[in-house]
């Protein structure tokens, strides 16, 4: 890492390749597009998946915000706090970021930056799809939030 990191991170993750599973890297990369010009303030990630690594991608962050497709949504897309949980378990293949809050704690032996989870509602996850249109009515309407979260406009998000 270089000796200055942008203080806002976007983490998005999911499979590109499964259908609505698309919806955390698509929002990350349409926010950085967005992004562009805001003298660095803001870094957007995308992975298939959590990794305990990606812990070290928390540090000397103001605020992250974890995205991700979800299933049983009855809203376009849902916002919550994350804390780390001690008791929250993870394996090679899946980590929730819970857990990874935890690690980061562990590792930095200091709390992680304040974190948020934007869950985009979801439905196929077929190999080989691409997102649905509902899918993507849905990620338009959580970009307008992420954009207001990241201080790309003006508007305040709820």
Same mark, same amino acid.
């Given at each position: 890492?270089?000796?200055?990191?942008?203080?806002?991170?976007?983490?998005?993750?999911?499979?590109?390749?499964?259908?609505?599973?698309?919806?955390?890297?698509?929002?990350?990369?349409?926010?950085?597009?967005?992004?562009?010009?805001?003298?660095?303030?803001?870094?957007?990630?995308?992975?298939?998946?959590?990794?305990?690594?990606?812990?070290?991608?928390?540090?000397?962050?103001?605020?992250?915000?974890?995205?991700?497709?979800?299933?049983?949504?009855?809203?376009?897309?849902?916002? $919550?706090?994350?804390?780390?949980?001690? @008791?929250?378990?993870?394996?090679?293949? +899946? /980590? *929730?970021?819970? =857990? %990874?809050?935890? &690690?980061?704690?562990?590792?930095?032996?200091?709390?992680?930056?304040?974190?948020?989870?934007?869950?985009? $509602?979801?439905?196929?996850?077929?190999? @080989?799809?691409?997102?649905?249109?509902? +899918? /993507? *009515?849905?990620? =338009? %309407?959580?970009? &307008?939030?992420?954009?207001?979260?990241?201080?790309?406009?003006?508007?305040?998000?709820?």
């Amino acid at each position: 890492m270089s000796g200055s990191v942008a203080p806002l991170l976007v983490f998005g993750w999911g499979n590109p390749s499964r259908g609505d599973d698309a919806l955390g890297p698509l929002l990350a990369e349409q926010l950085a597009g967005l992004a562009q010009k805001s003298s660095g303030r803001l870094e957007c990630l995308t992975d298939f998946q959590l990794q305990i690594e990606h812990a070290l991608d928390m540090v000397g962050r103001e605020r992250v915000l974890f995205v991700d497709a979800a299933l049983g949504l009855q809203t376009p897309f849902e916002v $919550r706090s994350v804390v780390p949980a001690p @008791g929250v378990s993870f394996t090679t293949h +899946a /980590l *929730a970021p819970e =857990a %990874l809050l935890q &690690v980061y704690r562990d590792l930095q032996c200091t709390e992680p930056p304040p974190c948020t989870l934007l869950a985009i $509602r979801a439905q196929r996850f077929e190999l @080989g799809e691409a997102p649905s249109e509902q +899918a /993507l *009515a849905d990620l =338009a %309407l959580a970009l &307008v939030w992420a954009t207001a979260w990241a201080g790309l406009t003006e508007e305040v998000p709820a």
